[in-house]
């Protein structure tokens, strides 16, 4: 076995400040530390926006103008966007936290709790001209053009108001166009603001709106109450450069899924004129082109090409192609009307499992409200005023080709495959070329096990097939498949897959213009791939990644980009497997000169952008020490920093990470991180937690905020108060999970304790879900740790084997055969590999004290897991604990419950680990009767 060995990292105090003088991170620190939150930069580069966010309390939102350096900060700002033309800021405005609280305690009513604001603020060289605008519940600007705003807001106002600077913002409410209400609910004012002029228009009584891409057009429902006789329920079409609006639909009605074409020029929905009380409701689609004195309905149940007793469906997504040519919409079955006769105290609730169900009865009752929603990809032609129906129930998927100005769209479906997901975890799909004029199908590929990718402009689909670990091509002109893969001197799919199921591919970063190449990823570099399989494929990285150990990978910056052209310059993100720096290179195509580093270093980058019409980056760098703040600027390497988020840390005994190697018990070499704290003696000994999941060296350049977790370690936490931390590495072998957990894990605890700062003879365990399952098994076949603590631990694989993860309805089977479980067999087939990695049947060997997180609404790991490890080890005598968050999930997602269990873990380690008194709930538990009144922290 070899020593450990420490590559370290040299770490500078602030000035003037000792680590000896610093205090150690307490409970207390939570709610103040800071994120930063969304980010984003306007299209000139001129300015950057983003939130910094407390854990709780109120954000505030920066914006920097980066000519001049100056900030100018907004409370409570959220969700900042430019607008196209770079002219204006506009932003949520939260109420204060205070308020909302406070409104919660006297639990007010929905239309009673503090509402949303909006800021405008336009902007300018020296400083912004700002405008808080009251209770707005959703702003939108064009996502393709400039000149208007549009917001709604919740107070009616006058009908037009004229020449009010007032701007607003892109979609910032996904769920805004939803069906309008007859009788004037939920709706509000629209306020139509022209930031060229500066006068803004209004409509009252409106529930929704959508605004066209460049801008030119706004499709407004109207619904006025009863009282209000002289208004009327309509669907208004407002013209920008004009200032007016034309009614295009009269009447009361549901309008769901408005769509423009590219230009403006054409609109289409889903509408229905059926009574609210209806108990049918059949929707059609409404069409309107230029010109037209209103929209028609175009498609109707009865409209040539329609299914038998189907319709329009109000929940089916509606877009027109690139060209305005084609127009795709959502149909389905007519829901039959519900059986008024039917007295709901009489009649029996039972659920019906049939073993040929494609789905079992847990996943069909947990999708139950999106199949119900279902719908089913049809194309309608303007022109000809042809309707095509393009999926059904046999091919449920339907994807256009060549953003809808294709000839052929493909079809995917797994029927008559989808029971095999209950062992394998996913299904084999076919796909098919579908004609969008005619609706006839080709057969592509059969039950392919793998992944498709249609090229974009659809001259080929491209697939990876996983047993055969090969790219395929099918061109669509000809019906020819090719392997254009076969030669490739490397793997192309996870060369450190450890399940017991095919590796996965690495995924390809995008085409050349027209379809000509395509770019295929191995484990580090890129290969530029002919896709009719004529020209062998080139290395267009030129060996950088393998040769030094560095996965490069493509970084998308245009949101809009489709394929790459001849000679751009790419973005290739880093990441070095050795020593774990990150950075970016820059690689243009066509050129021999390979890539070329634009930076690396000991950090890790977070989603870079580039601003649209000026070469701006905007990111995060963070690393253990240092928080995810902002950059900006011109040159990655030397962008300037923004934000300065949390400096209140300069007060703690933070922490350092460095990267550890020893020799597993197995022969393997294997890596970890080790934190020790910032004022780390190495005279002293020191109390060791290991935290574990599978493989976690990857974040060594990753900030780990000091925050109530869902149940993982608070690894910073616990090192300012003078813990060492190890986080290993582990690989695993098919059949031993347990054991293989065991050799890393044990085996690196051993290592690190041939350091004589290390108190060997106090180190703890903690780990969650997966790492939960480790903790209780390594309990079990050492008694090295004098303490444990186990988060939704699965503690017998032969009764989880067959149980439910309740979150998605789907059996566990899969788990276990083929992906983290890693049995890699049936429990018939193997039941002595199910027994001998189940800790529930070694318990007698324990002497480890154990806790246990195990809550009831658990949707990964059922609960039970935990009854039987407690109740094993409670009847052995065994010292154990087990905290049920009552409704809480596998994570913890309630913070009140996240706050309860770092106090609980710290308590508990730092009375087994460093001799503090037991708190009552360690030492006597407590009673049900005292729940909610007694917490148990105190002696």
């Not at 006769?341 to 040929?356: L, S």
């Not at 813990?723 to 890393?744: F, M, N, Q």
């Not at 603590?789 to 032969?798: I, Q, R």
Request: proline share 7%.
């Amino acid at each position: 076995m070899s020593r450990g060995w420490l590559l370290s990292l040299t770490l500078l105090l602030p000035a003037g400040l000792s680590a000896q003088s610093k205090k150690p991170l307490d409970h207390s620190v939570y709610d103040s530390w800071q994120s930063i939150g969304t980010k984003t930069v306007s299209n000139n580069g001129k300015w950057v926006a983003y939130t910094i966010t407390p854990q709780e309390g109120d954000a505030t939102l920066v914006i920097r103008n980066l000519k001049t350096g100056g900030d100018m900060k907004f409370p409570r700002g959220a969700a900042p966007v430019f607008t196209e033309d770079s002219r204006y800021a506009v932003f949520g405005i939260k109420p204060p936290f205070r308020e909302v609280r406070q409104a919660r305690i006297k639990k007010k009513t929905p239309d009673q709790m503090p509402k949303d604001s909006m800021g405008l603020l336009l902007l300018s060289d020296d400083k912004g001209v700002y405008l808080p605008i009251a209770n707005v519940r959703s702003f939108k600007t064009p996502e393709k053009g400039s000149g208007v705003i549009a917001y709604l807001q919740d107070a009616p106002k006058t009908d037009t108001a004229k020449n009010a600077k007032k701007p607003a913002a892109r979609d910032t409410d996904a769920d805004e166009d939803t069906p309008g209400k007859p009788g004037g609910a939920e709706a509000g004012t629209l306020m139509i603001v022209y930031t060229n002029n500066g006068g803004t228009d209004s409509v009252k009584y409106v529930t929704s709106y959508t605004i066209s891409k460049p801008g030119n057009k706004i499709a407004i429902v109207v619904n006025p109450p009863k009282k209000d006789s002289l208004a009327k329920p309509c669907v208004l079409l407002w013209d920008v450069a004009a200032r007016k609006a034309d009614t295009i639909s009269r009447g009361h009605g549901s309008f769901a899924q408005f769509a423009f074409d590219e230009k403006g020029t054409q609109l289409a929905y889903a509408g229905s004129r059926d009574s609210a009380k209806a108990a049918q409701k059949f929707y059609s689609l409404y069409y309107y082109q230029k010109g037209a004195d209103s929209a028609e309905l175009r498609v109707k149940p009865s409209t040539a090409g329609m299914p038998a007793k189907w319709a329009v469906s109000e929940n089916g997504a509606i877009s027109f192609s690139k060209s305005g040519h084609a127009l795709f919409f959502g149909t389905a079955p007519v829901a039959p009307p519900k059986d008024t006769t039917i007295v709901d105290f009489e009649v029996a609730k039972v659920d019906i499992w049939h073993y040929k169900d494609d789905y079992l009865q847990t996943m069909q009752l947990k999708n139950l409200d999106r199949d119900l929603k279902k719908s089913y990809a049809a194309a309608y032609f303007p022109k000809e005023q042809q309707l095509v129906q393009l999926a059904d129930q046999e091919i449920e998927t339907f994807v256009p080709l060549n953003e809808g100005d294709h000839t052929y769209g493909i079809g995917y479906t797994d029927i008559n495959n989808r029971v095999e997901m209950q062992w394998k975890g996913n299904t084999v799909k076919s796909a098919y070329l579908i004609n969008i004029r005619t609706g006839q199908r080709k057969l592509i590929k059969e039950n392919l096990a793998g992944y498709y990718f249609p090229s974009p402009k659809g001259k080929f689909l491209l697939w990876f097939d996983l047993p055969q670990g090969q790219w395929f091509t099918y061109e669509t002109a000809t019906g020819t498949t090719r392997n254009i893969s076969a030669g490739f001197p490397v793997k192309l799919a996870d060369e450190e897959m450890d399940m017991p199921d095919y590796p996965r591919p690495y995924m390809p970063s995008g085409w050349l213009e027209d379809d000509k190449y395509v770019y295929i990823n191995d484990r580090y570099d890129i290969w530029q791939t002919d896709p009719l399989g004529k020209t062998a494929p080139v290395m267009i990285t030129q060996g950088l990644g393998r040769k030094t150990r560095t996965e490069l990978r493509y970084e998308r910056l245009d949101k809009e980009e489709r394929f790459f052209t001849p000679k751009q310059t790419l973005l290739l993100r880093a990441f070095n497997d050795s020593t774990r720096y990150a950075g970016y290179y820059s690689l243009q195509l066509g050129s021999k000169n390979g890539p070329k580093e634009i930076v690396t270093g000991p950090y890790s980058y977070l989603g870079i952008e580039k601003a649209k019409n000026a070469p701006i980056y905007v990111f995060q760098r963070q690393n253990y020490i240092a928080s995810p703040d902002v950059y900006a600027g011109a040159d990655i390497a030397t962008a300037a920093r923004l934000s300065a988020i949390n400096p209140q840390q300069a007060q703690y005994n933070w922490g350092t990470a460095e990267l550890f190697s020893w020799t597993t018990y197995n022969g393997k070499t294997t890596e970890g991180i080790v934190y020790k704290p910032e004022d780390f003696d190495p005279n002293k000994k020191y109390p060791v937690l290991i935290y574990f999941y599978e493989k976690l060296t990857d974040g060594l350049y990753t900030y780990q905020a000091p925050a109530p977790t869902p149940s993982r370690l608070n690894i910073s936490f616990f090192v300012s108060r003078g813990y060492v931390v190890l986080a290993p590495d582990i690989r695993y072998e098919t059949g031993k999970p347990g054991k293989s957990a065991y050799d890393y894990i044990v085996s690196g605890a051993e290592a690190l304790a041939r350091n004589p700062w290390i108190d060997k003879a106090n180190m703890g365990i903690q780990g969650q879900s997966w790492g939960g399952y480790q903790v209780c098994y390594l309990i079990t076949a050492t008694p090295m740790f004098k303490a444990a603590w186990a988060g939704a631990p699965v503690s017998n694989m032969t009764s989880a084997y067959g149980g439910i993860r309740w979150e998605s309805g789907m059996n566990r089977q899969f788990q276990y055969e083929h992906t983290q479980s890693r049995i890699g067999a049936t429990l018939w087939d193997k039941p002595e590999l199910y027994i001998e990695n189940s800790p529930l049947f070694h318990l007698p060997k324990v002497t480890t004290p154990l806790a246990i997180m195990a809550n009831d609404a658990d949707g990964a790991v059922p609960w039970y897991q935990g009854i039987e490890m407690f109740t094993g080890l409670r009847r052995l005598g065994k010292p154990v604990w087990m905290l049920n968050y009552n409704n809480e999930a596998h994570n913890l997602v309630q913070r009140q419950n996240r706050k309860d269990i770092q106090i609980r873990e710290q308590q508990f380690f730092d009375h087994f680990l460093k001799g503090a008194p037991a708190p009552q709930w360690i030492k006597t538990g407590v009673p049900a009767v005292e729940k909610g009144r007694n917490w148990g922290f105190g002696e």
